[in-house]
């Protein structure tokens, strides 16, 4: 459109009011809203400008709807929703980004079953209820941000989410997968979501890389067999960066950076992680293994913790070349829990290894040994003698490490010299049980005869 000059005489009363109207009348007209959008679309659609759903709308089986660039779309009410069996294309631009403004608790986007992959590009949602809800479909997301929603996306029954980039942001929580869904997660910040950053239970697979995860109630839920990879990301401040419960194997936690996390991994009941090559630094507790969990952690620094590795209730990983420097406790025992300590350097730690009032294996039940007792107890002949079932370890071997400038201090200790860096029986001499079914009996010493005599060489992330 061309706009000629207006040549205005300042002789004629008024003549400026008149060229200012010429001109304002010449400029293109504003995209009129598409108002009162609701019910069932059929065939293709294209919404621009802005949208205002009146009601719930259905995007129904061979539809299609493309959401173009700056495109506002607005819901009347909560309950305003936008079911999707068909295509949905929302593609935004990081100049022009698809805003949903809705109402606080607005029931959102619910793919239900699409046969073909949906794609959001630079969106944004907030305060909704849940903003994506995903059963058995395919979400592509780059570049979508979520805040202040109560649920940001749920997706379950084999959905498959990739998401690149974007943000979710002070959200109750952020991504909750269930039955089987994968997720493949890239580049993407998870701030102060209160519950979770990303939950998963139920089988689910998740590939997540070079995320950011910082003020998180929990950063990582994650229960019941999950698998996949947890590489390359920052886990900065939350209050349980990776919880894992009853995973088993099949998880690779690697490469990543732990950093002032009240726990940074919890391997809570027959968890199996791999947990290698990552860094925790300065956390209360950098690693909780708990009720016969296992794993291996192998190639990792910690460093600066209140204490870097916590074992409880028959907790058994496999510990060998690490780096533990200056943690306040390097490696706690409790309750019967007997890791295997091998190849790793330890240098400044205010305590090397401390063993907890409750690390008796003289004490301590083999499982359902409760049970047992109180079935023979009731029932005919007499109850069983947990002791005389297997032999009974009363040490925690923590040989063949390397000990830094300690190694000449245990070297002029005799096998019952008292070390200032392990904490045993030489230091509290009973187990404190109030276990009617224990045994009771002395504490554990800690065996640390024969060490390195040097460092060793590929311990640490490599």
Request: aromatic share 8%; hydrophobic share 45%.
């Amino acid at each position: 459109m061309v706009v000629h000059a207006l040549h205005i005489r300042p002789s004629r009363p008024g003549a400026w009011l008149l060229g200012l109207l010429a001109l304002l009348l010449m400029l293109p007209a504003k995209t009129p809203a598409v108002e009162g959008v609701e019910g069932e679309l059929r065939g293709a659609h294209r919404w621009s400008g802005e949208v205002l759903l009146s009601g719930p709308v259905l995007l129904s089986e061979g539809a299609s709807l493309e959401i173009a660039a700056g495109t506002r779309v607005r819901a009347l009410a909560p309950e305003s929703s936008l079911r999707v069996q068909g295509v949905l294309r929302v593609l935004g631009t990081a100049q022009a980004p698809v805003v949903f403004a809705t109402p606080q608790g607005w029931h959102g986007l619910l793919f239900e079953r699409p046969e073909l992959p949906q794609i959001l590009r630079h969106a944004r949602f907030s305060g909704a209820a849940a903003a994506i809800h995903a059963q058995a479909a395919q979400l592509v997301l780059e570049a979508v941000v979520f805040e202040g929603c109560d649920l940001a996306l749920k997706a379950l029954r084999e959905a498959r989410l990739e998401i690149q980039g974007g943000r979710f942001e002070g959200n109750r929580v952020g991504v909750d997968l269930e039955l089987k869904s994968f997720a493949e997660i890239r580049d993407v910040h998870f701030v102060d979501n209160a519950e979770a950053a990303l939950l998963a239970t139920g089988g689910c697979r998740l590939n997540i890389s070079d995320c950011l995860f910082q003020g998180n109630g929990k950063a990582l839920s994650l229960l019941q067999k999950i698998s996949g990879t947890i590489h390359a990301n920052r886990f900065v401040g939350n209050d349980g960066a990776l919880v894992a419960t009853r995973l088993g194997a099949g998880l690779d936690v690697s490469g990543n950076f732990f950093e002032g996390n009240r726990v940074a991994l919890a391997s809570n009941t027959f968890s199996q992680p791999l947990v290698v090559d990552n860094r925790f630094v300065k956390n209360e507790t950098a690693i909780a293994s708990d009720q016969f969990s296992t794993g291996e952690f192998r190639h990792n620094l910690f460093q600066g913790n209140q204490s870097a590795l916590i074992n409880t209730r028959r907790a058994d990983p496999l510990v060998t070349r690490n780096v533990f420097e200056r943690n306040q406790v390097a490696i706690f025992c409790d309750f019967a829990s007997y890791p295997q300590v091998r190849e790793n350097n330890f240098f400044g730690n205010q305590m090397a290894v401390k063993l907890g009032t409750y690390q008796s294996a003289a004490g301590a039940r083999p499982p359902g040994a409760q049970r047992e007792a109180q079935a023979g107890a009731n029932g005919p002949g007499p109850a069983p003698t947990f002791a005389e079932e297997r032999p009974l370890q009363d040490f925690v071997d923590v040989s063949a490490n390397w000990w830094g400038a300690d190694t000449d201090l245990l070297a002029s200790l005799d096998e019952q010299g008292n070390s200032p860096i392990f904490f045993d029986r030489r230091d509290e001499a009973e187990v404190k049980s109030q276990d009617a079914f224990a045994a009771g009996g002395p504490i554990d010493w800690v065996r640390f005869r024969p060490w390195l005599i040097a460092p060793v060489a590929d311990a640490g992330p490599r």
